[in-house]
């Protein structure tokens, strides 16, 4: 039934003065079972989305602007203003079409990557969980409107300001609004009304953090209406484009620029007062210089190459949170995972049950309550052993799963896979989950934290009797019993045997207990959780490996990056599944070992094993510092509140998208939609793939202009005519910019590129093989184009016709290193060199037609004084276009026969 509000609470009340009734008969709610859907939807278009507007961006017009805030524009204007004042009308609309054109491109790929990033963001939005028509469902936060009711837990990121209607040992970091570091313990208590922000301890804030505890809330304030929003601390604006590495190129695009302009002014001076060349035509050359020399488009290109990453991890699902991490993807040498949901399929299935004097097996596979129970191989009735229902009750009561049977006829789980487990095993036991809740509801419970390892629950039987239910880790749960099922004191080393061959099958191992309590009890603290409980039994569950995760833990040996399991299960548990996925598991190093250790015998033990058991999230921030103490870079994975730590040490932090916290998902640099390791293994290649993309970018850009400069260089200073004018040249910069210079952004990734070692993170930005390749590069095109350009003068032609060869032997030499560049030291000679890379192809096509017509139309040959060559000019510039892609490949060739792969 939809409810209506009569009266809308005072804009300016104090939700924290007022009692948790009251807020709540404000709001018309309930905080049993919240708003029914239909309300929640009116309220929805009365209030508006739970989010705040996004920061004022640049708008489209500022953006195209900022192109040209740019030293080495200023100077291209300059240039044509001068050229323009000199009477050279054709030459200075070139110039400033080169301008143009460059700011266009410039604006189109800053659009597409803020457009990636924004898809990004859109895939981590956040979401709450809620309780609609007395059922607890998750929903997008920006559905949230007042009046809901919430639910917090441990890592939750707070959706919107509520006022919190229950707590259980809630505390809340509340930095992100005051600036204070320090948890703030929460209550339901009304304040005064006149209490700051930080004092009023029974509101939880919008974009604060649960870092311990449980909670319900009521909303009472969405969007611009929180105090986050009022005071517009919440930074949810369009990640920076701009990266370390951009940055780098940038500052070395500058001293390129520096130096050529050096250069342009010592060829001026010479060309000038040695060479005797007119002022205003040595200045031409001297601009037709400069601009084929500086590679302005390198930062832009190099953005759209991140950003294209960025677009293809995300439809890898794996979201990137902020753009630098791409370019450590192809350095990392370490990846920490967890176990659980990662290298396995997070569907526990419980499969033996350790009792007093027996050994139970259970039969069925996943969440699907289809199965029975066997004792030694013959079926066993669950109704007709007491004990066994016992223990199967515990299971289905100290749980906070549900199992949903969906419409197709499965099963799904809503909550944690292991309780999932459980509570399948109960309803094999023929428990129903609704009438046992009934029976025997929950009044209190302490939720299962790291640090005390176990979860126990209060409950009451409606006859005035009132029991705690406990499940947690064996060795915890052993130390809190006195005594087991059947009456016989707890024999811990005949127990604990018992567990080891569980483990030693591969099995989790959770054991389950339960004591009375005085009746009439209503809370449970820590204090009653003391040794004198009965321990009911144990039940071994398995999550099988994902055959996915076996084959990526195989490639990443392959490719020189060391997978290192990380998990919370007994030694010999985590030795069998670490066997079954290929690790190197030698001595498991536990947590306790750890505690042990200094911090130089750590990184002595970790260079033994690639398994770590018994682990908890401190021992995380420990074991990426003794990592990178040897020099490694750590990918570090992580899904709770308190893998943050270590997730923002590590070189990338790798967080659960399905099930991890919005404070891990926080300080993640990468995030996993599936939590799939594999998916890691897919980042990594392409982290590798676009860090090789903009090597191949600079390895072509900088030959190319080198090219194209060394001609006119050579030219000024050996008093030969120009080969190539500076419109022409401009024109050369021009086309292939537009076509060639972008093409590499979307090359596929090399052969075998997960078959080479990590690139060194010390390795400079351009190598000395790279450096080899561009002067040698550089070199043939400026010996090619001479010798086209001598050629026409031998055989007579006139100055318009060679210069016209030159420029055409320039661009496709450039074409035909085009699809050399496309694999380091690989042979081009293959079948996907020419169709490998779409994008490379049909940017050759467009630009050989561009320059039949620069060749041929008579609009362009009068405006680039250039003339239609005939078939021999094409004859030999196709031999020379071969001779220089050959030769190019006999460096590859050699640089293969001497073992280098890479450069």
């Given at each position: 039934?939809?409810?209506?509000?009569?009266?809308?609470?005072?804009k300016d009340?104090?939700?924290?003065?007022?009692?948790?009734?009251?807020?709540?008969?404000?709001?018309?709610?309930?905080?049993?079972?919240g708003?029914?859907?239909?309300?929640?939807r009116?309220?929805?278009?009365?209030?508006?989305?739970n989010?705040?507007p996004?920061?004022?961006?640049?708008?489209?017009?500022?953006?195209?602007?900022?192109?040209?805030?740019?030293?080495?524009?200023?100077?291209?204007?300059?240039?044509?203003?001068?050229?323009?004042?000199?009477?050279?009308?054709?030459?200075?609309?070139?110039?400033?079409?080169?301008?143009?054109?460059?700011?266009?491109?410039?604006?189109?790929?800053?659009?597409?990557?803020?457009?990636?990033?924004?898809?990004?963001r859109?895939?981590?939005?956040?979401?709450?969980?809620?309780?609609?028509?007395?059922?607890?469902?998750?929903?997008?936060?920006?559905?949230?409107?007042?009046?809901?009711?919430?639910?917090?837990?441990?890592?939750?990121?707070?959706?919107?300001d509520?006022?919190?209607?229950?707590?259980?040992?809630?505390?809340?970091?509340?930095a992100?609004?005051?600036?204070?570091?320090?948890p703030?313990?929460?209550?339901?208590?009304?304040?005064?009304?006149?209490?700051?922000?930080?004092?009023r301890?029974?509101?939880?804030?919008?974009?604060?953090?649960?870092?311990?505890?449980?909670?319900?809330?009521?909303?009472?304030?969405?969007?611009?209406?929180?105090?986050?929003?009022?005071?517009?601390?919440?930074?949810?604006?369009?990640?920076?484009?701009?990266?370390?590495?951009t940055?780098?190129?940038?500052?070395?695009?500058?001293?390129?620029?520096?130096?050529i302009?050096?250069?342009?002014?010592?060829?001026?001076?010479?060309?000038h007062?040695?060479?005797?060349i007119p002022?205003?035509?040595?200045?031409?050359?001297?601009?037709?210089?400069?601009?084929?020399?500086?590679?302005?488009?390198?930062?832009?290109?190099?953005?759209?190459?991140?950003?294209?990453?960025t677009r293809?991890?995300?439809?890898?699902k794996?979201?990137?949170?902020?753009?630098?991490?791409?370019?450590?993807?192809?350095?990392?040498?370490?990846?920490?995972?967890?176990?659980?949901?990662?290298?396995?399929?997070?569907?526990?299935?419980?499969?033996?049950?350790?009792?007093?004097?027996r050994?139970?097996?259970?039969?069925?596979?996943?969440y699907?309550?289809?199965?029975?129970?066997?004792?030694?191989?013959?079926?066993?009735?669950?109704?007709?052993?007491?004990?066994?229902?016992?223990?199967?009750?515990?299971?289905?009561?100290?749980?906070?799963?549900?199992?949903?049977?969906?419409?197709?006829?499965?099963?799904?789980?809503?909550?944690?896979?292991?309780?999932?487990?459980?509570?399948?095993?109960?309803?094999?036991?023929?428990?129903?989950?609704?009438?046992?809740?009934?029976?025997?509801?929950?009044?209190?419970?302490?939720?299962?934290?790291s640090?005390?390892?176990?979860?126990?629950?209060?409950?009451?039987?409606?006859?005035?009797?009132?029991?705690?239910?406990?499940?947690?880790?064996?060795?915890?749960?052993?130390?809190?019993?006195t005594?087991?099922?059947?009456?016989?004191?707890?024999?811990?080393?005949?127990?604990?045997?018992?567990?080891?061959?569980?483990?030693?099958?591969g099995?989790?191992?959770?054991?389950l207990?339960?004591?009375?309590?005085?009746?009439?009890?209503?809370?449970?603290?820590?204090?009653?959780?003391?040794?004198?409980?009965?321990?009911?039994?144990?039940?071994?569950?398995i999550?099988?490996?994902?055959?996915?995760?076996?084959?990526?833990?195989?490639?990443?040996?392959?490719?020189?990056?060391?997978?290192?399991?990380i998990?919370?299960?007994?030694?010999?548990?985590?030795?069998?599944?670490?066997?079954?996925?290929?690790?190197?598991?030698?001595?498991?190093?536990?947590?306790?070992?750890?505690?042990?250790?200094d911090?130089?015998?750590?990184?002595?033990a970790?260079?033994?094993?690639?398994?770590?058991?018994?682990a908890?999230?401190?021992h995380?921030?420990?074991?990426?510092?003794?990592?990178?103490?040897?020099?490694?870079?750590?990918?570090?994975?992580?899904?709770?509140?308190?893998?943050?730590?270590?997730?923002?040490?590590?070189?990338?932090?790798?967080?659960?998208?399905?099930?991890?916290?919005?404070?891990?998902?926080?300080?993640?640099?990468?995030v996993?939609?599936?939590?799939?390791?594999?998916?890691?293994?897919?980042?990594?290649?392409?982290?590798?793939?676009?860090?090789?993309?903009?090597?191949?970018?600079?390895?072509?850009?900088?030959?190319?202009?080198?090219?194209?400069?060394g001609?006119?260089?050579?030219?000024?200073?050996?008093?030969?005519?120009?080969?190539?004018?500076?419109?022409?040249?401009?024109?050369?910069?021009?086309?292939?910019?537009?076509?060639?210079?972008?093409?590499?952004?979307?090359?596929p990734?090399?052969?075998?590129?997960?078959?080479?070692?990590?690139?060194?993170?010390?390795?400079?930005?351009?190598?000395?093989?790279?450096?080899?390749?561009?002067?040698?590069?550089?070199?043939?095109?400026?010996?090619?184009?001479?010798?086209?350009?001598?050629?026409?003068?031998?055989?007579?032609?006139?100055?318009?016709?060679?210069?016209?060869a030159?420029?055409?032997?320039?661009?496709?030499?450039?074409?035909?290193?085009?699809?050399?560049?496309?694999?380091?030291?690989?042979?081009?000679?293959?079948?996907?060199?020419?169709?490998?890379?779409?994008?490379?192809?049909?940017?050759?096509?467009?630009?050989?037609?561009?320059?039949?017509?620069?060749?041929?139309?008579?609009?362009?040959?009068?405006?680039?004084h250039t003339?239609?060559?005939?078939?021999?000019?094409?004859?030999?510039?196709?031999?020379?276009?071969?001779?220089?892609?050959?030769?190019?490949?006999?460096?590859?060739?050699?640089?293969?026969?001497?073992?280098?792969?890479?450069?």
């Open positions: 039934m939809t409810q209506e509000i009569s009266e809308r609470p005072p009340i104090a939700w924290h003065a007022e009692a948790a009734s009251t807020a709540l008969k404000w709001l018309e709610s309930n905080d049993s079972s708003l029914s859907s239909d309300e929640a009116t309220r929805l278009k009365r209030y508006g989305p989010r705040l996004p920061p004022r961006k640049r708008g489209p017009l500022l953006r195209f602007l900022l192109q040209f805030h740019n030293p080495l524009i200023y100077v291209l204007l300059a240039s044509a203003l001068v050229t323009f004042g000199l009477g050279y009308l054709i030459d200075a609309s070139v110039i400033l079409g080169v301008v143009l054109i460059n700011a266009i491109i410039g604006f189109i790929q800053e659009g597409k990557a803020e457009k990636a990033l924004e898809a990004v859109a895939m981590l939005a956040s979401h709450a969980t809620v309780l609609r028509h007395g059922e607890r469902m998750e929903i997008d936060a920006a559905d949230l409107v007042p009046g809901d009711i919430v639910l917090l837990e441990s890592g939750s990121k707070v959706p919107a509520l006022r919190l209607l229950k707590v259980k040992n809630l505390r809340i970091n509340e992100a609004l005051t600036g204070e570091s320090v703030v313990e929460k209550n339901t208590d009304p304040v005064d009304a006149s209490a700051v922000i930080g004092d301890t029974n509101m939880a804030y919008s974009g604060t953090v649960v870092t311990f505890g449980q909670a319900r809330g009521l909303v009472v304030a969405t969007g611009t209406a929180t105090e986050i929003g009022r005071i517009g601390t919440m930074v949810a604006g369009v990640e920076d484009v701009a990266t370390p590495l940055r780098r190129l940038e500052q070395f695009a500058r001293q390129i620029t520096l130096i302009l050096a250069i342009s002014l010592v060829t001026f001076l010479y060309g007062y040695i060479g005797n002022a205003f035509e040595i200045f031409l050359a001297v601009v037709g210089l400069a601009v084929a020399a500086i590679p302005e488009g390198l930062p832009a290109i190099v953005t759209i190459t991140l950003a294209i990453g293809l991890m995300a439809q890898e794996a979201v990137l949170r902020r753009l630098p991490a791409v370019e450590s993807l192809g350095s990392v040498t370490v990846i920490c995972t967890d176990k659980t949901g990662t290298l396995t399929r997070n569907e526990m299935t419980a499969v033996q049950l350790i009792m007093p004097g050994t139970l097996e259970v039969s069925g596979v996943g699907a309550p289809d199965g029975g129970f066997l004792h030694d191989g013959e079926p066993l009735d669950p109704q007709q052993d007491e004990s066994l229902i016992q223990l199967a009750r515990c299971a289905l009561l100290c749980n906070d799963a549900r199992l949903r049977h969906d419409d197709n006829g499965g099963w799904s789980l809503v909550g944690d896979p292991t309780e999932g487990a459980l509570v399948t095993l109960a309803m094999k036991a023929g428990l129903d989950p609704a009438a046992e809740t009934a029976n025997y509801p929950r009044i209190d419970e302490i939720p299962f934290e640090e005390h390892r176990f979860m126990a629950t209060l409950h009451h039987d409606h006859e005035g009797h009132a029991f705690v239910l406990l499940k947690g880790a064996p060795e915890r749960v052993l130390e809190l019993c005594e087991d099922a059947s009456g016989q004191p707890i024999d811990r080393p005949a127990w604990e045997a018992r567990i080891l061959q569980a483990a030693e099958a099995q989790r191992v959770l054991a207990a339960r004591c009375n309590m005085t009746p009439g009890t209503t809370a449970l603290s820590m204090e009653d959780i003391t040794r004198r409980f009965t321990l009911l039994g144990l039940v071994g569950m999550d099988p490996p994902r055959p996915e995760a076996i084959e990526a833990v195989a490639q990443c040996k392959q490719a020189g990056i060391r997978v290192v399991m998990t919370g299960d007994h030694a010999v548990t985590a030795a069998a599944i670490g066997r079954a996925l290929g690790f190197e598991v030698g001595t498991p190093l536990t947590g306790e070992m750890i505690d042990t250790l911090d130089a015998d750590l990184r002595q970790m260079r033994t094993t690639d398994v770590i058991a018994r908890s999230p401190e995380k921030l420990r074991l990426v510092a003794a990592l990178q103490a040897e020099g490694e870079l750590v990918a570090m994975t992580g899904d709770g509140v308190n893998d943050a730590p270590a997730l923002k040490s590590a070189n990338i932090g790798v967080a659960m998208g399905l099930r991890g916290t919005d404070a891990a998902k926080e300080a993640a640099d990468l996993l939609t599936d939590d799939n390791f594999a998916t890691i293994a897919r980042a990594v290649r392409e982290g590798r793939t676009v860090f090789d993309n903009i090597k191949k970018s600079l390895v072509f850009i900088l030959p190319t202009n080198g090219g194209q400069a001609v006119i260089l050579l030219a000024v200073f050996a008093g030969l005519a120009l080969p190539v004018t500076a419109g022409q040249i401009l024109w050369v910069n021009m086309v292939t910019a537009v076509t060639l210079a972008l093409a590499l952004a979307f090359e990734g090399e052969p075998g590129i997960m078959h080479r070692p990590p690139r060194p993170p010390t390795e400079p930005l351009i190598t000395r093989l790279m450096l080899a390749r561009i002067a040698y590069v550089s070199l043939l095109m400026i010996g090619v184009t001479f010798a086209v350009y001598e050629w026409e003068f031998a055989r007579g032609s006139n100055l318009e016709l060679a210069r016209t030159a420029v055409n032997m320039l661009v496709f030499g450039e074409i035909v290193y085009l699809f050399n560049v496309r694999h380091f030291t690989e042979s081009a000679m293959r079948r996907d060199t020419l169709y490998g890379n779409p994008v490379a192809f049909w940017a050759s096509a467009i630009l050989i037609g561009l320059q039949l017509l620069f060749t041929y139309a008579p609009p362009m040959q009068q405006l680039f003339a239609a060559l005939d078939a021999a000019s094409w004859g030999l510039i196709l031999i020379l276009v071969l001779a220089k892609f050959f030769a190019v490949e006999g460096e590859k060739w050699l640089l293969r026969r001497m073992g280098i792969r890479r450069m």
